[in-house]
């Protein structure tokens, strides 16, 4: 019981830590949701599909801080530790390369991730896809909206193996924007 309530204390602190960092942020849907609730949805989607491990959990609740706000590894390690730092750099990508580079670095180094972070992209990319169809990006053409989804496939199709019900829930999902948006073509 201890160790189940140390865990809790260290999720609640990784939320009210990345709800602060990500507090002046909104998606970029219609309805501009607050940006805290796609870290919280990643990890509510690792849990769902019987992620358990507590660094892996906090890692993505944070895993746009970095790459996102104005946070420094330095913080994280301090607040969270090295093991959840590791995780969240793998995840990170490098805003100073160009989108195009960033995007082919994922694919690229999708097989070198360590479980955590595979199952973490995963996730992300779960929520990212179903957000194209619930509460699409403003501005977002049906032509992006395809590459989008052309180019998450990829990412997920090189991070295979790392969790079976995290891959199926991205095929799904995968399938429902498909058929969405090609029937519109």
Known sequence: MEDYIESLKLIFKALKFSAQKHKNQRRKGPDEAPYINHPIEVC???????????????????????????????????????DVLKIVEEVTDDKSLPKEVRKELQIANARKKSSSAKQIKIADKICIVTDIVKSPPKGWSLEIKIEYLDWAEKVVNELKGANDCLEKLFKERLNVARKKYIERR
């Open 44 to 82: 509510y989607q690792l849990i769902s599909c019987n992620v358990a491990d507590i660094n892996t959990l906090i890692a993505a609740i944070l895993h746009d801080t970095i790459e996102d706000t104005n946070t420094t590894p330095k913080e994280i390690e301090e607040a969270f530790g090295k």
